[in-house]
T-cell receptor
Framework: AQRVTQPEKLLSVFKGAPVELKCNYSYSGSPELFWYVQYSRQRLQLLLR??SRESIKGFTADLNKGETSFHLKKPFAQEEDSAMYYC????????????FGTGTRLQVFP | NAGVTQTPKFRILKIGQSMTLQCTQDMNHNYMYWYRQDPGMGLKLIYY???????DKGEVPNGYNVSRSTTEDFPLRLELAAPSQTSVYFC??????????????FGSGTRLTVV
């Protein structure tokens, strides 16, 4: 079965500390992986996708097929990074459906 | 562009009542979706549409109906509201880029409580 697991409901760090939000997936094929973010009182929006291999707002995520993981990392957290983060999987490169994890709330304290 | 617009933002229903959650997009996206988000859970797909006149069930379609008469609108209908349908509902639309990948745009959500 296709599944996305985010083991942490809440992650709290201080400003300037490194952040790693964990995401593991189960899928037998070649998935496309995404991170979505929802800031307070805003709608869900795409943060980054693994095929782009880009860094957005200082965040990066590397797809590790051996460990079936797509952890989101940032070396120095900022207060404005506080938000809800969702990892999502698209079962193949040409399908339009997303499977979401349960989300991790990141709190960055000053 | 307004993007994806959902109405209402909040609603309280009594058990057995019916209502329609509205969703409209002005980006000419072919694909539209309805998700629900329960506390502590991820978003689960209710229904989706790949174009006007075409709809299909997602993971949790029971108790819901949809229609897609135009590209812009994708309303979600609850016929007999039940407490289990208390949730936050998100509408989304997506497009396929030249690389065959999909870009999603989400609405701001509708918080529904059934009492």
């Amino acid at each position: 079965a296709q599944r996305v697991t985010q083991p942490e409901k809440l992650l709290s760090v201080f400003k300037g500390a490194p952040v790693e939000l964990k995401c593991n997936y189960s899928y037998s094929g070649s998935p496309e992986l995404f991170w979505y973010v929802q800031y307070s009182r805003q709608r869900l929006q795409l943060l980054l996708r693994h095929i782009s291999r880009e860094s957005i707002k200082g965040f990066t995520a590397d797809l590790n097929k051996g460990e079936t993981s797509f952890h989101l990392k940032k070396p120095f957290a900022q207060e404005e990074d506080s938000a809800m983060y969702y990892c999502a999987l698209s079962p193949s490169y040409n399908t339009d459906k997303l499977i979401f994890g349960t989300g991790t709330r990141l709190q960055v304290f000053p | 562009n307004a993007g994806v617009t959902q109405t209402p933002k909040f609603r309280i229903l009594k058990i057995g009542q019916s209502m329609t959650l509205q969703c409209t997009q002005d980006m000419n996206h072919n694909y539209m979706y309805w998700y629900r988000q329960d506390p502590g859970m991820g978003l689960k797909l209710i229904y989706y549409s790949v174009g006007a006149g075409i709809t299909d069930k997602g993971e949790v379609p029971n108790g819901y109906n949809v229609s897609r008469s135009t590209t812009e609108d994708f309303p979600l209908r609850l016929e007999l509201a039940a407490p289990s349908q208390t949730s936050v509902y998100f509408c989304a639309s997506s497009y396929e880029d030249r690389g065959g990948h999909y870009g999603y745009t989400f609405g701001s959500g509708t918080r529904l409580t059934v009492v």
